[in-house]
């Protein structure tokens, strides 16, 4: 029997409910027994919805136990009646010390809703005391970051997830995967992934966001720290997890109206990318939390030597050799079909679950520690590309990640290109 793993939630701001529900949907797997804050109020408030969603929970799994007449689906609804019903007597613990709630509270996993800047620290601490990791995303601000967590992680034997899971675990994203994998459309030599907002630009644009979004310093980058980070997490998935090996980038901060706030603003608005990767694929990646494009196709296409995915549409190449009359190849006629996706007949876990799954298994979250590295050295290198006005190797990325002073920044941008 799988063990039931005790969370404690580290950032109890805005993101943090989804971290308390996505646990709350698995009681058989999962238990929040702590969550702490610096913000003492925010700390208390999470802890208040933690015993209220689980007592909700409890009282609709006990009237539907009444009311079902299978005796299987009962007996889980009483079962997971009396796992909701136990926060009442447990309580949540609250801190506001995520060093404390590791050392003194007895958990298996912290799942981390803070800002990027305080994704690093609490993720040493945890793995170096043997706790698994779910982190949000973006999964660091710098490619070293990313590197000191993923080599904590496994150094300590514990999992390290982080949240753009959601992107990969669903049917369509596991079948074009395994086209592309498997060698069904060919020799894969190229793709591009757009996606641009109108205006979607936090605290210019949206409102009710944290102040660190536009700070570098904090959050790494704008757009593609922010948004873009689920589309390259999804493209590394779908590539088979290719190692970076160059990365170009332009950065673009500007649209119109400017920001007029008194907060520091220094992130991009939009970027475009194009990695190299080690076995020879390159992709393009154009991202913008703000654009005014219209009517320019968005989504992923993917292009092979014998088919090709534009979005999830998978088209099979079918030509045909035209012949002479004495049978010699003498044009090639191309015929580009589009053919159903082969589905897998299986179900996919939720992103919480296929977190709590490998802390119970051998098995590795699909966003794991290795992609989010690759993920961050296409952000960061994304963005130093873009401040050197040329193409970076990965090695050349943490050589100058290296070079930098503390407290680690992320890459300003001046306003314009
Ligand atoms: N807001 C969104 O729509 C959204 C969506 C998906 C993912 N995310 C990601 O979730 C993370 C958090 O974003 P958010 O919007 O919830 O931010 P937020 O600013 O609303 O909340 C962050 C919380 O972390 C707390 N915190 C800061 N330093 C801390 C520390 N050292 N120890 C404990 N708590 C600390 C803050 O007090 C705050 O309550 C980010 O990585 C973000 O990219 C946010």
Not at 349 to 362: E, G, I, V, Y
Request: with cysteine.
């Amino acid at each position: 029997m799988a063990k039931r793993i005790k969370i404690g939630l580290i950032g109890c701001g805005m993101i943090s409910g989804s971290h308390i529900n996505g646990y709350l949907a698995h009681p058989q797997h999962a238990e929040i027994v702590a969550v702490c804050d610096t913000v003492d109020e925010n700390a208390k408030r999470r802890a208040e919805q933690v015993l209220a969603g689980a007592e909700t929970r409890a009282n609709e799994a006990a009237a539907n136990a009444k009311k079902t007449e299978n005796p299987e689906s009962r007996e889980n609804l009483k079962e997971n009646a009396a796992r909701w019903t136990e926060y009442k007597d447990n309580g949540v613990k609250v801190f506001n010390d995520f060093n404390e709630m590791i050392k003194t509270c007895e958990l298996d996993a912290v799942s981390l809703a803070t800002p990027p800047f305080v994704h690093e620290a609490p993720t040493l601490a945890a793995a170096n005391a043997g706790k698994h990791v779910f982190c949000e995303k973006p999964m660091a601000r710098t490619a070293t970051e990313a590197r000191n967590m993923r080599e904590a992680c496994d150094k300590a034997g514990v999992k390290l997830a982080y949240q753009s899971g959601g992107t990969c675990l669903n049917p369509t994203s596991y079948a074009i995967r395994d086209y592309v994998t498997s060698g069904k459309i060919g020799d894969v030599h190229y793709g591009r992934l757009t996606s641009y907002r109108l205006r979607g630009r936090p605290n210019v644009d949206m409102f009710g966001f944290g102040r660190w979004f536009l700070n570098s310093a904090y959050s790494g980058g704008g757009t593609i720290y922010d948004t873009g980070v689920y589309d390259i997490n999804r493209s590394i998935y779908l590539l088979g997890s290719p190692q970076p090996a160059t990365i170009s980038g332009i950065a673009y901060r500007g649209m119109l109206p400017e920001y007029t706030g008194d907060e520091i603003n220094d992130v991009e608005e939009f970027a475009s990318v194009f990695v190299r990767f080690t076995n020879g694929m390159s992709f393009t990646y154009e991202h913008g939390w703000s654009s005014n494009m219209a009517g320019q196709p968005q989504g992923i296409f993917i292009f092979g030597s014998k088919g090709s995915f534009s979005g999830n549409r998978l088209f099979l190449e079918k030509g045909k050799w035209e012949t002479d009359d004495k049978g010699n190849r003498r044009r090639y006629q191309g015929n580009l079909e589009e053919t159903p996706l082969e589905l897998p007949d299986r179900h996919f876990p939720d992103k919480f679950r296929d977190f709590l799954n490998a802390c119970n298994s051998d098995a590795q979250p699909v966003s794991n520690g290795d992609v989010g590295q690759k993920v961050t050295e296409i952000m960061s290198g994304a963005l130093l590309s873009a401040k050197l006005g040329r193409e970076i190797t990965v090695e050349e990325l943490y050589e100058i990640e290296a070079l930098r002073t503390e407290p680690t920044p992320g890459w300003p941008i001046l306003s314009g290109i």
